[in-house]
Nanobody
């Protein structure tokens, strides 16, 4: 399963970016898909995920109110709209998916996701 993330770049604080992740059509029925990020020297953290079965979304506290995840199955793409970006959002952003659903407490845990894209760099700096 290959995921293709794109849309990263350099943006000033307060700016916006939209990340895209293309996924294979046969994975559209997989239980979970979402976005993670990893900053230098830090562990990979869950940012936002969608539970495919009930279409519920979940966000890390650090991005609530600023980031929005959405999925378009007609285009086999999941998006992450990022607004009001801050220097601490600087990281490599990855999309990931897994076949089965997760309990709520595990949904933002990177360890539970089976398939990963290659990552796209987001740098927030003036």
């Amino acid at each position: 399963v290959q995921l293709q993330a794109s849309g990263g770049g350099l943006v000033q604080p307060g700016g916006s970016l939209r990340l895209s992740c293309e996924f294979p059509g046969f994975t559209s029925g997989y239980g979970m898909i979402g976005w993670f990020r990893q900053a230098p020297g830090k562990e990979r953290e869950g940012i936002s995920v969608i539970s495919r079965q009930d279409r519920r979304t979940r966000y890390a506290d650090s991005v609530k109110g600023r980031f929005t995840i959405s999925s378009d199955n007609t285009k086999n793409t999941v998006y992450l709209q990022m607004n009001d970006l801050r220097p601490e959002d600087t990281a490599v952003y990855y999309c990931a998916t897994r076949k089965n659903r997760l309990v709520l407490s595990a949904q933002l845990s990177a360890a539970h996701y089976e398939y990963w894209g290659q990552g796209t760099q987001v740098t927030v700096s003036s």
